[in-house]
Each structure stands twice: as C-alpha cells, then as structure tokens.
C-alpha cells in the first residue's frame, strides 16, 4: 500500500520560514512523479510545486516561485518543501502527493498557518 505522511506544518509569522517533509511508504520517491498542493480554507486545492522523476526537473506555482524549494530525499525516501518568507497568503493545508499506477494518492495534510 501507498502511504504519504506530511509533517512540518505549524503556526509562524510573515516572513518566517518552514521545511514541509513528506515520509513515503509503497513508493520509491526519487522514481515517482512527486508533488506539493495546498487548499486554504474556502478555496479549491491548488498545486505548488512538483519534481520529476530523478529530480531531473522541477515546477513551480507562480505565487511561491522564488520563496519555495522541492526537493526529494533519497536514503529517508521523502519529499520535502522548503519555505521561506512565508506571507499569510500561504496559510493552508498542504498535502504530498504521488501519481502512482493511474491514480493520484495523498496523505492526510499539514497545516501551515502564517499569521501577526
């Protein structure tokens, strides 16, 4: 079975940084098409980020070019986003996915909350 647990989300300030880690389980990250979404409260879940497999080539959402890093690691088998100059606009759940055998898989979601 395919299992993708978040961690890393917490309550900051604008400004601060936080490093999203995502533990997979069933996959091999470095050989999966690995990605990171969010979905703030009342809005529709959005994509953020995402690396080919290999880590041979990466996408970025506009509004995080810049500010967000994906990347994998291979001897944890996780994928990881790291966030810098965090604005309250970023407040959301993020989720890790994997598109594995035609379907898409998530884990449960990490809340990042950047507020005053």
């Known amino acids: 079975q395919v299992q993708l647990v978040e961690s890393g989300g917490g309550l900051v300030q604008p400004g601060d940084s936080l490093r999203l880690s995502c533990a997979a389980s069933?996959?091999?990250?470095?050989?999966?098409?690995m990605s990171w979404f969010r979905q703030a409260p009342g809005k529709e879940r959005e994509f953020v980020a995402r690396m080919t497999p290999g880590g041979s080539g990466t996408d970025y959402a506009d509004s995080v070019k810049g500010r967000f890093t994906i990347s994998r690691s291979y001897p944890k088998n996780t994928l990881n986003l790291q966030m810098n100059n965090l604005k309250p606009e970023d407040t959301a759940i993020y989720y890790c996915?994997?598109?594995?055998?035609?379907?898409?898989?998530w884990g449960q979601g990490t809340q990042v909350t950047v507020s005053s």
């Open positions: 069933g996959i091999i990250v470095v050989n999966s098409h």
């Open positions: 996915s994997v598109f594995f055998r035609g379907h898409n898989v």
